[in-house]
């Protein structure tokens, strides 16, 4: 028979029990419950959504997230995992830039980063990338020193450079004449004229650059430097071309209201985004080289995006919008042939890796880790069926014809 003391003793020891089991229950729970949000794969993009970059911006959101959705079927999942996307605003500083991905990589513990819109704030982040031994996928940013001499074994590029973009446009000057050109004063700017210059020697064209004429990023009266640029071409060789190097707003329509015609000198734009172009509508025959334009490329990926964006926003997908999607194609590729969000295997992964983009197929170079790409010769339409209807292919330049130079002494 059992005491009062021992009925006592044996309901503590079931209380304890019940305790343990309770509490088992609860860590059991707590630790399910981490080990499904460590299944999540976490991707960080990095933009400039705030200031003059904030239309490319928005453009690469759209266009990473529709990505994301084609390639995996709506599921938004990789490997049987749930992706998360940190979508974060750098202002195009480079030093919130910096300190946004160390974020990302160090309190959100994001497994792969993409990013950023402006140069300045790319070159920046490289180093962190190193720091952290994380991969950073650069896009849409352009500058030849990311791939080039600030380069490091963590940095990949779906987005051209500035090389790919000069020497585009190198090939469709055959003959000689005479090269001026105006840009922004500031990375992306001073890093595509000299792109330029090396390519036009690469390309063998006779062509001269006889003025390099650079304006702050905020310039809106372009007076002074065009006619500096007019007096440096007005009496040398033809043909006489006016090269616009310009993120943002494009000064073209202020540099044809001051009538280069006069002194036989050719505008040559850039690629450029849709409402912009939209206002070149009067320059028809006006040639140049884009990045991609909605209606150049023919392939599935292409059609499923211009059909989309089209139903999503009345309007056709932009020069970013393709951009953001090659990211978003780039990462889903690794992730599913690496298998893994090891660091060092996607990067043995991602070296020499072939890709479906908008604009076709693309690799990323073993050397340096840019992505080869092809580009498109345009010129402006005399006969425009609607709004965005601007653009007439010349030619696609694939890229075994842009020979883009290794510079990051490997």
């Known amino acids: 028979m059992q005491t ?28 399910n419950s981490s080990a499904a949000l460590a299944q999540d794969i976490k991707i960080a993009l990095i933009a400039g959504k705030t200031g003059a970059l904030e239309a490319y911006a928005k453009e690469t959101e759209t266009g990473f997230m529709m990505g994301l959705e084609y ?7 990789i490997n049987g995992k749930k992706i998360k996307v940190i979508i974060k605003d750098d202002q195009s500083k480079p030093d919130m830039g910096r300190t946004l991905l160390a974020e990302a990589y160090g309190d959100d513990k994001v497994d792969i980063a993409v990013g950023t819109t402006s140069s300045g704030s790319a070159l920046a982040m490289l180093p962190v990338a190193e720091e952290y031994k994380k991969i950073l996928i650069v896009e849409p940013a352009v500058a030849d020193a990311i791939t080039g001499d600030k380069w490091n074994r963590y940095i990949f590029r779906t987005s051209r450079n500035s090389m790919q973009d000069a020497l585009a446009a190198a090939s469709t000057i055959k003959s000689g004449g005479s090269i001026a050109f105006l840009a922004q004063d500031y990375a992306f700017g001073r890093d595509a004229v000299k792109a330029a210059k090396e390519a036009l020697a690469t390309a063998g064209s006779k062509a001269k ?40 707003p494009s000064p073209m329509n202020k540099l044809a209201d001051l009538k280069p015609e006069r002194f036989g000198i050719n505008l040559a734009p850039g690629g450029n985004i849709l409402p912009v172009m939209k206002l070149w509508k009067s320059y028809v025959g006006t040639q140049g080289t884009i990045y991609y334009y909605y209606d150049f490329p023919k392939n ?13 926003f009345k309007a056709p997908p932009d020069f970013f919008t393709a951009g953001g999607f090659a990211a978003a194609s780039a990462v ?54 609607n ?22 002494k490997r």
Not at 14 to 24: D, E, H, K, P, V
Not at 210 to 234: C, G, M, N, W
Not at 302 to 312: F, G, I, Q, S
Not at 387 to 408: G, Q, Y
């Open 209 to 248: 650059v006889v003025h390099e004429e650079y304006a702050a990023q905020t310039s809106t009266d372009f007076t002074a430097p065009a006619q500096r640029i007019f007096d440096a071409l007005k009496n040398k060789p033809e043909p006489r071309i006016l090269q616009i190097v310009w993120a943002g």
């Open 332 to 385: 889903y590729t690794a992730l599913s042939k690496a298998q893994s969000t090891n660091t060092e295997k996607l990067i043995t992964t991602m070296e020499g890796m072939e890709f479906e983009t908008p604009k076709g197929k693309m690799s990323f170079r073993k050397e340096d880790h840019q992505a080869l790409q092809s580009m498109y010769h345009f010129k402006i339409k005399k006969d425009q069926k």
């Open 71 to 77: 390639m995996t079927g709506g599921k938004m999942e």
């Open 4 to 31: 009062k003391s021992t009925q006592i003793e044996i309901q503590k020891h079931r209380r304890t029990a019940i305790s343990l089991g309770l509490l088992s229950l609860f860590l059991g729970s707590c630790l």
């Open 300 to 312: 599935k990926m292409n059609d499923w995006l211009v059909a989309e964006h089209n139903k999503r």
């Open 387 to 408: 709004e965005w209807d601007l653009l007439e292919l010349v030619r696609e330049i694939p890229a075994s014809e842009i020979p883009v130079p290794v510079k990051n």
